[in-house]
């Protein structure tokens, strides 16, 4: 039987455990090279991905020093892109067949591109997150059985945004156990608890959803206006901005309130009344954004409004309000997706043409 030349495995690994390192071990045995694409590298902090995609590539270097000094373990990330498949299909496409050429091409494999390689995509098909593995059918299903199928990240992370956080040792290597325990002690981590309480009291205080709100995006001359938040959840991330609707309002005036509210925005007159601001809207842009893991505080969907401001070289004066502890504008070039709340970098790139 010819070799497999490359498995490709996809996880987030928030954190790393045995359980992922079982599949890679098992997979590296069938396989001349691993590819481990890390999901969610472009998203900010928060308790359901609270480690970087360089801690958690770290993670991984740790678990498997010999295998990726030697070449067989290659190890990559992969961003999200919650509101289209075929984005993110084709960006793991992209990276594997980068990885493969790069790779592969040292071994004078460079004639007729990836048909020259085997590729199997590796995983056990434990759960719906593991849909993935039917999105390429052009290459093999390498299924690894497990038996670590009983917990999973999700688990670790329960009982690690505690007061006293819980550092399961059994199911984590010893490199990552001490990680998560001087990670314990630092400021992100008491930044993350804050956070991970405030999520766990919403829903008996303000019901599990689905809730309904309006954000704005609203651009002139290159530059964005964003709010940074004041509190909990998403704390000093940047945001639209934007709200929940009020029992008796249409969700385009509450976009527009909002955005009265949290920015201040005016002109050379004053504040920019409300039938000036909604004369700025593109409704044929207008967008619900329903993605159903978007907020961590429940079921939140959103209607997005473009607001497209007259070209000028001042722009529009803005200044924080509400609950918003900053409200400035940024130039689109300087973004990126690690500086946005939940999915709004998402929203941005759909509503703005980035």
């Known amino acids: 039987m010819t070799t497999i030349d490359f498995g490709v495995f996809i996880g987030r690994f928030q954190p790393l455990h045995i359980g992922h390192e079982h599949v890679i071990a098992r997979a590296l045995e069938q396989v001349e090279r691993l590819i481990v694409l890390v999901g969610s590298a472009n998203v900010a902090r928060d308790p359901r991905n609270p480690f970087t995609y360089a801690e958690r590539e770290a993670m991984l270097r740790g678990a498997f020093r010999h295998e990726v000094a030697q070449g067989r373990l290659i190890i990559a990330p992969l961003d999200d892109h919650p509101y289209s498949d075929t984005a993110w299909t084709a960006q793991v496409q992209r990276q594997v067949r980068a990885l493969v050429l790069d790779h592969g091409n040292a071994h004078g494999f460079q004639n007729h591109g990836l048909a020259d390689f085997r590729i199997a995509l590796a995983g056990f098909g434990k759960d719906a997150s593991s849909y993935y593995l039917k999105l390429f059918p052009e290459w093999e299903n390498l299924q690894i059985a497990s038996q670590y199928g009983t917990f999973s990240s999700s688990d670790v992370r329960a009982g690690y945004f505690q007061r006293i956080a819980q550092v399961p040792e059994t199911i984590l290597s010893p490199g990552v156990a001490a990680f998560l325990r001087e990670f314990a ?4 981590f008491k930044g993350l608890l804050e956070e991970a309480e405030y999520l766990a009291a919403y829903p008996a205080q303000w019901g599990p959803g689905p809730f309904v709100t309006a954000d704005a995006v609203v651009v002139q001359a290159g530059h964005i206006l964003l709010v940074t938040r004041g509190s909990a959840p998403g704390k000093g991330l940047l945001a639209l901005p934007g709200g ?5 309002e249409r969700i385009r005036d509450a976009a527009i309130r909002e955005l009265r509210e949290e920015t201040a925005i005016s002109d050379g007159k004053g504040q920019i009344p409300p039938a000036m601001l909604a ?3 593109e409704d044929a842009r207008t967008r619900v954004f329903d993605a159903p893991s978007r907020s961590l505080r429940g079921r939140i969907i959103t209607h997005a409004f473009l607001f497209r401001l007259p070209e000028r070289r001042k722009l529009f004066s803005v200044k924080g309000g509400d609950d918003a502890a900053h409200a400035r ?6 973004l990126s997706p690690d500086m946005l709340f939940e ?5 941005i790139t759909a509503m703005a043409d980035l």
């Open 244 to 248: 929940f609707v009020n029992p008796a």
């Open 343 to 347: 999915d709004h970098w998402a929203i």
């Open 329 to 334: 504008w940024y130039r689109l070039g300087d």
């Open 185 to 188: 002690l630092g400021e992100v």
């Open 279 to 281: 004369s700025f809207i």
